[in-house]
């Protein structure tokens, strides 16, 4: 109760949004996204399928497929595990995920450079080129990056 999505905002299918939460204008929210309590996305922010934002998370920037953010200042704490396994994904999607979160994530050189680098290793992982593409698209937002001591 009491949610709110902004104008020309477009939300995909099955999406809960908990009470509170709040959507500005311009919003692009993927099928299966979970919202917790509180949680407000900025204008123009965009977020993946199947992702998980924890309650009372301020998200400014674009929330990777399958990613899990918290916080005010919303940062990526990593893949919405527990979705996944609801989702009836496979235990070997799941470990080609992780590989490629943490390639991306964590690995050295620019983030440019390490989409090229996952999207080489993992061009035959749908689920691993669905957050490549999400990446590589043209956003008014940056993508909500872990916290630098955080690394997979």
Do not use: W
């Amino acid at each position: 109760a009491g949610s709110h999505v902004g104008h020309d905002s477009i939300i995909g299918d099955y999406v809960v949004f908990s009470n509170n939460v709040m959507l500005a204008g311009h919003c692009k929210i993927g099928d299966f996204v979970i919202f917790g309590g509180g949680a407000a996305l900025h204008q123009f922010g965009r977020v993946g399928r199947n992702a998980f934002i924890g309650g009372m998370s301020a998200v400014e920037n674009d929330v990777i497929p399958y990613g899990l953010v918290v916080g005010n200042r919303a940062q990526l704490m990593g893949l919405n595990l527990v979705g996944l396994k609801r989702h009836g994904f496979s235990r070997e999607q799941i470990q080609g995920m992780r590989e490629a979160y943490t390639l991306l994530f964590s690995g050295t050189g620019t983030l440019r450079s390490r989409v090229t680098s996952v999207a080489d290793r993992f061009a035959d992982r749908p689920e691993v080129m669905e957050i490549v593409d999400f990446v590589r698209e043209e956003s008014d937002r940056a993508i909500c990056m872990p916290r630098s001591d955080r690394a997979a």
